[in-house]
């Protein structure tokens, strides 16, 4: 089994870890792991202390946290593999025979929310613009600009979406990251999903600056050709973090669009386990997702194609389907509607396994737009909702940075101002309901007339 090994090391290997103008590889932060076959190829990624309130539980997400990258207190993750055969030994183990393992967890393989087909696009991209007010969003300057936009996907072909969207792209390659052993240069990977992700961004937020991040391009024996590891994910969000905190905070924005998720608890350890992903907030990645949040990142997650009325093949999980950081407190999770309004079949329905209520909201999808398919196919799944949504985030941050407008604020403001598809309030179909800009700038202008 793949597994992410989190330890302590001694702080001057955590220290070079964490400082970019030093090295340090798997072998110098945990050679001599018995049992483990180590990866050479992933560089050790540092794991900030979450810090909560006097008295708090320092593993509830519910709870402002702050989080310490000190030498003394951050921990450091490598990758490796365990025999399935020995696992059980072996996790018993490794903290006795070294002492610095703080903990063993899973590294789940990572796919594309892409969704099950057969029906014809509903409306096409024009009319997710219209829907989107983006002609009133532009108006008073939210078009993206400045923003950095991360797309964490199979990489993203900026020629294929500048000539279906009719107007240039905006894309930050001295930004962007390749996991280790993808090869490519950014902007100029093959269309396909990522590319679908890249476009669905830009209909809200086309000044955007996409930072184009392939997490689910890498390479590992029995992989497909868009499947990837948490480990890359977990690296990416490392980098991530590196570029919020260079920006100045007084305009510190950062979207991140996640169009993925981890859909059998095979690859998991079960649910209880102190190595499980899908329902543990003590794993570092959904550690990882809130200490981006409290440094001022926007997180959007696709909740997934596992709704009850036509699932994703893949879709193994019995119920609860929006697991792991899809379904993380700090992050939107986004599900989806067509054109006309109605929840699409394979949308995934809450309750969440992290926080209960998700999805928050819904986004618009199964329309035809980026072509990354083939003529006639559409931008469709939850993969496209959560793209369509972080471009209208982007759109925000252009005159609204964390600094004016916290990542958690601004959760707060579009779960409020959406349009309530339900008697009911919240429901487990459409979350709050569906994105409604005109309300986002109605409440945008209150705000400001109160605080100026």
Known sequence: MRVLIQLRPSPDLVAAVTDPGRSATTADVADGLPGVMLDPSFTPVAVPRPVPPAGGDPLSLNQPLDFSMAAEEASVLVRGEISDDELTTRLALLPTLRPDVVGVFADPVIEPNLTCGGDAPVGDWRDVERLLGTSALHAEGLDGSGVALAVLDTGINAAHVARHLGRGVNLDAERSWNPSGVQGRPGEFEVDHGTMCAFDTLIAAPQASLIDIPVLLSS?????????????????????????????????????????????????????????????????????????????????????????????????????????????????????????????????????????????????????????????????????????????????????????????????????????????????????????????????????????
């Open 220 to 452: 590992r024996m029995g992989g497909s050709a868009l499947d990837g590891l948490l480990s890359d994910a977990v690296a990416a969000f490392a980098h991530l973090r590196t570029l919020l905190e260079a920006q100045p905070a007084e305009s510190r924005s950062l979207v991140i669009s996640n169009s993925w998720g981890s859909f059998s608890p095979r690859w998991d350890f079960p649910p209880g386990h102190p190595g499980n992903y899908s329902d543990n907030a003590a794993h570092p990645f959904n550690l990882v997702v809130a200490s981006l949040d409290s440094a001022g990142a926007d997180v959007l997650f696709a909740a997934g194609n596992c709704g009850r009325e036509c699932k994703d093949g893949r879709c193994a999980y019995p119920d609860r389907p929006i697991g792991g950081a899809n379904s993380h407190p700090r992050v939107l999770s986004i599900g989806g509607v067509d054109t006309e309004g109605e929840r699409v079949g394979y949308s995934s329905q809450g309750p969440g396994r992290l926080a209960t209520r998700k999805p928050d909201l819904c986004a618009y999808t199964h329309f035809s737009g980026s072509k990354a398919f083939g003529d006639g196919e559409p931008d469709s799944g939850t993969s496209a909702a959560c793209p369509v949504a972080a471009g209208l985030v982007a759109a925000i941050r252009t005159q609204w940075p964390a600094a004016r407008l916290s990542p958690g604020q601004l959760r707060s403001l579009l779960r409020r101002t959406a349009d309530d598809r339900s008697d009911v309030g919240y429901d487990f179909d459409y979350g709050y309901g569906v994105v409604d800009p005109a309300g986002v700038l109605a409440a945008l202008r209150r705000r400001a007339k109160r605080v100026a």
